[in-house]
C-alpha cells in the first residue's frame, strides 16, 4: 500500500501506529508529525520522498480542525513531544531531513532504523534560540546510517543523546555535530569512515574562529578505514539518565554489525 498524504498526518496521543506484516510506504508528499502528544509508538513504515507543504489547515487531536504552518518536507517531525519511540522505520530522500525532534520534545527513542541516501539526517533540536531543548534527552540505538547519509546522525542543540551500538557506512561531512553546548554520550557505535574525503566522525559549529563548546565523549567505539572521534578531555562521561524501566544493556562494537542487520522495516512474511 502506498499511501499519499494530502497534508502532514499529525499523530495524536496514546497511538500506535504498527505496520508489522505488511509493506506500507508514505510517500511523495505530506509526512508525519507528532505535535504537542505523547505516550505514542510508530513502527514498521517506509517514509520517503516527502514534500514541502504550505501552511493550511490540518485534521489534530481529537478531531479539532487547526492551522498548521509551512512545513519543510521531513519524513517524521517531532514538536513538543514527550514519550515517543520510533522503531523500525525505513526513512529516505525527503526533501528536507528524515527525522526532526524539536521545541522541547523529549524522552524520545529511535531505535532500529534504516537512514539512506539523504543529505541532512537526524536533527535534534529546534534553533540556537530555543532554550527549552536544553531539557531534551534522546536515545538513538540499533540504527543502520547509510548508504550515502552526508551528515546529522544525529546533529544536536542544546540537549543530551545517548548514542550507541549504531553502524555509520561513512558519510560525507560528517557524522555526528553540534552547537550551542549539546552532551552526547558515543557508546560502542561502529563507524565506517569513507574510502575518500573527511575520516572525522564529529563537527562543530564555529562562529567568528570560535568553535562552540561542546561535551561528546566516545566510550567503546569502534573505528574503521581511518575514522577518528574529537572528544572532551575534561571531566566525567556524562550517564544517561535512565529510570530503571528505561535501562538497557550497550554492548560491544563487534556485535554492532550483527545488532544492525534487522535495522529497518522488518520482511514480511
Same mark, same amino acid.
Given at each position: 500500500?502506498?499511501?499519499?498524504?494530502?497534508?502532514?498526518?499529525?499523530?495524536?496521543?496514546? !497511538?500506535?501506529?504498527?505496520?508489522?506484516?505488511?509493506?506500507v510506504h508514505?510517500?511523495?508528499?505530506?509526512?508525519?508529525? *507528532?505535535?504537542?502528544?505523547?505516550?505514542?509508538?510508530?513502527?514498521?513504515?517506509?517514509?520517503?520522498?516527502?514534500?514541502?507543504?504550505?501552511?493550511?489547515?490540518?485534521?489534530?487531536?481529537?478531531?479539532?480542525?487547526?492551522?498548521?504552518?509551512?512545513?519543510?518536507?521531513?519524513? !517524521?517531525?517531532?514538536?513538543?513531544?514527550?514519550?515517543?519511540?520510533?522503531?523500525?522505520?525505513?526513512?529516505?530522500?525527503?526533501?528536507?531531513?528524515? =527525522?526532526?525532534?524539536?521545541?522541547?520534545?523529549?524522552?524520545?527513542? *529511535?531505535? #532500529?532504523?534504516?537512514?539512506?541516501?539523504? #543529505?541532512?539526517?537526524? &536533527? =535534534?533540536?529546534?534553533?540556537?534560540?530555543? =532554550?527549552?531543548?536544553?531539557?531534551?534527552?534522546?536515545?538513538?540505538?540499533? #540504527?543502520?546510517?547509510?548508504?550515502?547519509?552526508?551528515?546529522?546522525?544525529?546533529? *544536536? /542543540?542544546?540537549?543530551?543523546?545517548?548514542?550507541?551500538? #549504531?553502524?555509520?557506512?561513512?558519510?560525507?561531512?560528517?557524522?555526528?555535530?553540534?552547537?550551542?553546548?549539546?552532551? &552526547?554520550?558515543?557508546?560502542?557505535?561502529?563507524?565506517?569512515?569513507?574510502?575518500?574525503?573527511k575520516k572525522?566522525?564529529?563537527?562543530?559549529?564555529?562562529?567568528?574562529?570560535?568553535?562552540?563548546?561542546? +561535551?561528546?565523549?566516545?566510550?567503546?567505539?569502534?573505528?574503521?578505514?581511518?575514522?577518528?572521534?574529537?572528544? !572532551?578531555?575534561?571531566?566525567?562521561? !556524562? +550517564?544517561?539518565?535512565?529510570? =530503571?524501566?528505561?535501562?538497557?544493556?550497550?554492548?560491544?562494537?563487534?556485535?554492532?554489525?550483527?545488532l544492525t /542487520?534487522?535495522?529497518?522495516?522488518?520482511?514480511?512474511?
Amino acid at each position: 500500500m502506498n499511501i499519499n498524504l494530502v497534508k502532514p498526518l499529525l499523530i495524536s496521543s496514546f !497511538i500506535t501506529i504498527d505496520g508489522r506484516g505488511v509493506d506500507v510506504h508514505i510517500v511523495d508528499n505530506a509526512c508525519l508529525m *507528532i505535535y504537542k502528544a505523547t505516550n505514542i509508538i510508530i513502527h514498521g513504515i517506509r517514509v520517503h520522498h516527502c514534500r514541502p507543504q504550505a501552511s493550511g489547515m490540518v485534521m489534530g487531536p481529537k478531531g479539532n480542525i487547526m492551522p498548521l504552518g509551512q512545513v519543510d518536507g521531513d519524513a !517524521i517531525r517531532l514538536v513538543s513531544a514527550s514519550k515517543i519511540w520510533i522503531d523500525h522505520y525505513t526513512l529516505y530522500d525527503c526533501q528536507d531531513g528524515l =527525522l526532526d525532534v524539536t521545541r522541547g520534545s523529549t524522552d524520545v527513542t *529511535i531505535s #532500529n532504523n534504516w537512514f539512506r541516501e539523504q #543529505n541532512k539526517v537526524m &536533527l =535534534l533540536g529546534h534553533d540556537d534560540g530555543f =532554550l527549552r531543548d536544553k531539557n531534551m534527552k534522546v536515545t538513538v540505538v540499533y #540504527n543502520y546510517f547509510g548508504p550515502n547519509c552526508h551528515q546529522r546522525m544525529p546533529r *544536536i /542543540r542544546h540537549g543530551y543523546a545517548h548514542v550507541a551500538n #549504531n553502524l555509520y557506512m561513512g558519510w560525507v561531512q560528517y557524522a555526528i555535530g553540534g552547537n550551542m553546548k549539546p552532551s &552526547l554520550k558515543s557508546q560502542s557505535n561502529l563507524f565506517i569512515a569513507p574510502t575518500t574525503g573527511k575520516k572525522e566522525v564529529t563537527w562543530r559549529k564555529t562562529s567568528n574562529g570560535v568553535r562552540d563548546t561542546w +561535551k561528546f565523549y566516545s566510550v567503546g567505539d569502534a573505528f574503521e578505514n581511518g575514522a577518528s572521534f574529537i572528544e !572532551i578531555k575534561d571531566g566525567q562521561v !556524562i +550517564k544517561p539518565n535512565y529510570s =530503571l524501566e528505561q535501562k538497557f544493556k550497550v554492548v560491544d562494537a563487534k556485535f554492532v554489525r550483527s545488532l544492525t /542487520r534487522s535495522s529497518g522495516v522488518l520482511r514480511t512474511m
